[in-house]
């Protein structure tokens, strides 16, 4: 079965921070564009970060560029989004996603809370 999982997510104040982890199985995720996105109340979602199959190149909204890392390991099928510096507008459900030419897999998310 092809499943996305998140996980790390969690309560945290601002200027701290949180690894979220993306564990893939039944397919390989080195061979998808592997996204992060997210989504907070009453708002639209919106992509975070990304990193291509090809090249491995990383792209980030203007909002975390700089704070927020996204990564892989090739080896656990895993991909992960290290978030420094957290604010509160940081709040929202977090999801991974996998796309390949027409296909895209979502995860459930994962419930980050900034908050003091």
């Known amino acids: 079965q092809v499943q996305l999982v998140e996980s790390g997510g969690g309560l945290v104040q601002p200027g701290g921070s949180l690894r979220l982890s993306c564990a893939a199985s039944?397919?390989?995720?080195?061979?998808?564009?592997m996204s992060w996105y997210r989504q907070a109340p009453g708002k639209e979602r919106e992509l975070v970060a990304a990193?291509?199959?090809?090249?491995?190149?990383?792209k980030y909204a203007d909002s975390v560029k700089g704070r927020f890392t996204i990564s892989r390991d090739t080896a656990k099928n895993t991909v992960y989004l290290q978030m420094n510096s957290l604010k509160l507008e940081d709040t929202a459900v977090y999801y991974c996603n996998a796309k390949r030419v027409i296909v895209n897999y979502w995860g459930k998310g994962t419930l980050v809370t900034v908050s003091s």
């Open positions: 039944g397919f390989t995720s080195s061979n998808y564009d």
């Open positions: 990193i291509l199959s090809i090249g491995g190149n990383r």
